[in-house]
Nanobody, 120 residues
Framework: QVQLVESGGGLVQAGGSLRLSCAAS????????MAWYRQVPGKQRELVAR???????NYADSVKGRFTISRDNVKNTVYLQMNGLKPEDTAVYYC??????????????WGQGTQVTVSS
């Protein structure tokens, strides 16, 4: 019943910026960690950034200093601000969230992905 809907992907030139959004909706009691992953053809899905319910963040080394993850707990939304984009950032970006639906039970949900393409 919980859905994650991503938006904000698209085409951008190297050095540009994009802001991804992921809104969770449904029967949500609370949301624990939220994260962004990305995947390119032929490679494993990679954790890009994660933010805990308390606001603790961690990033993949490849995006540190360029990407910022944040969340709005009122809107049940997580964001990924991507600056200084590089062609190697091209991937499908997936939102992930651990959602409390019936305490103490939590379920993991994934968005359907949004394409980010960075041209050189």
């Amino acid at each position: 019943q919980v859905q994650l809907v991503e938006s904000g992907g698209g085409l951008v030139q190297a050095g540009g910026s994009l802001r991804l959004s992921c809104a969770a909706s449904g029967s949500i009691a609370s949301i624990n960690a939220m994260a962004w992953y990305r995947q390119v053809p032929g490679k494993q899905r990679e954790l890009v950034a994660r933010i805990s319910s308390g606001g603790r963040t961690n990033y993949a080394d490849s995006v540190k200093g360029r990407f910022t993850i944040s969340r709005d707990n009122v809107k049940n939304t997580v964001y990924l601000q991507m600056n200084g984009l590089k062609p190697e950032d091209t991937a499908v970006y997936y939102c992930n969230a651990l959602v409390v639906v019936t305490p103490p039970r939590t379920n993991e949900y994934w968005g359907q992905g949004t394409q980010v393409t960075v041209s050189s």
